[in-house]
């Protein structure tokens, strides 16, 4: 009895240690890289509230050194209470706190095909700010990361959720959901349009992140992908992408969704609105960029 009860115990005591929380520095990563803070407005979603998206670059970005990587982190708020971010106790965390130098390690082992063991694997950490003195922690904070490639290939390549080749062919939702359709007949909903409890398989053949359109607004050139793959919870489905300044736009299907998947939220969550298909929240910043550039440009007569 002895012995079961002191294996009881290592096992709770390792299964503690693996699910403990790791948080990381908004400090700290915007002292090691280059990061673009952006800020995305809610209001389409029937809800006044922002998103905060924040774009890492390695240090090798742009660099043809074949390591163009960029780790997005998107704070979302909560609904009822309309916030981001919640105030912490920074002596509670600071013993947790995930090494800056190893946030790149996940992308760079899905880009080689390499095992990553889990004590290494971002995706499940916090990020943490400092306003005006005190430290406040992300409600929901979605940790992604995108290997950016520019190669030609005929038809889109199946490479499942985490590279954004801008020279792929494009592919519309439309086109995409029809082949889907007919390729599965019997699914009630296409992944973009989940109106009921059930889900259907994607084929790995399907899994990618499709260019759907590239467009030009104030000289920069947006790359709009949608990610088609079974993450259903932590993932931005649709996103502008500009070389240099990262992920400027995007939509947040699976947080801002009145139901079926949120029927124990009630309140503010269940008055959602979904956004039309082709629509985009875009970055504020460069929203008022771009009107300048345009407001600039009339005036010279452009």
């Not at 299907?253 to 929240?281: A, C, Q, S, V, Y």
Request: hydrophobic share 35%; proline share 4%; glycine share 4%.
């Amino acid at each position: 009895m002895k012995q079961l009860i002191l294996y009881l115990l290592l096992f709770c005591s390792c299964a503690t240690m693996a699910q403990e929380q790791k948080y990381i520095l908004l400090d700290s990563l915007t002292a090691h890289y280059k990061v673009k803070h952006y800020t995305l407005d809610t209001s389409p979603y029937g809800t006044k509230n922002s998103i905060e998206v924040y774009n890492v670059f390695s240090k090798k970005y742009e660099t043809d050194k074949g390591e163009d990587f960029i780790l997005l982190f998107s704070v979302l708020p909560d609904i009822d209470s309309k916030t981001n971010w919640e105030k912490i106790d920074f002596n509670k965390i600071k013993d947790n706190l995930f090494p800056t130098k190893e946030i790149f390690r996940r992308i760079m082992h899905k880009a080689l095909g390499f095992y990553l063991d889990k004590n290494r694997d971002i995706s499940k950490t916090k990020l943490v700010k400092i306003i005006e003195g005190e430290y406040y922690v992300s409600k929901y904070c979605w940790i992604e990361d995108f290997y950016c490639i520019n190669d030609s290939f005929p038809i889109p390549i199946a490479t499942k959720s985490f590279i954004l080749n801008v020279n792929q062919p494009i592919t519309p939702i439309g086109a995409l959901r029809d082949f889907f359709r007919k390729l599965s007949p019997l699914c009630q909903d296409f992944p973009f349009e989940q109106n009921t409890d059930s889900f259907c398989g994607i084929p790995d053949f399907l899994k990618n992140t499709y260019l759907s359109n590239i467009e030009e607004r104030g000289g920069d050139m947006i790359y709009c992908f949608y990610q088609f793959y079974e993450n259903l919870h932590t993932n931005i489905s649709r996103f502008g992408y500009v070389k240099g300044k990262g992920i400027v736009a995007g939509v947040y299907f699976n947080h801002f969704m009145p139901g079926p998947f949120f029927i124990d939220k009630t309140g503010n969550w269940r008055k959602l609105k979904r956004l039309p298909e082709n629509e985009l929240l875009w970055a504020e910043e460069l929203k008022k960029e771009w009107a300048k550039k345009e407001e600039e440009r009339k005036r010279m007569g452009i």
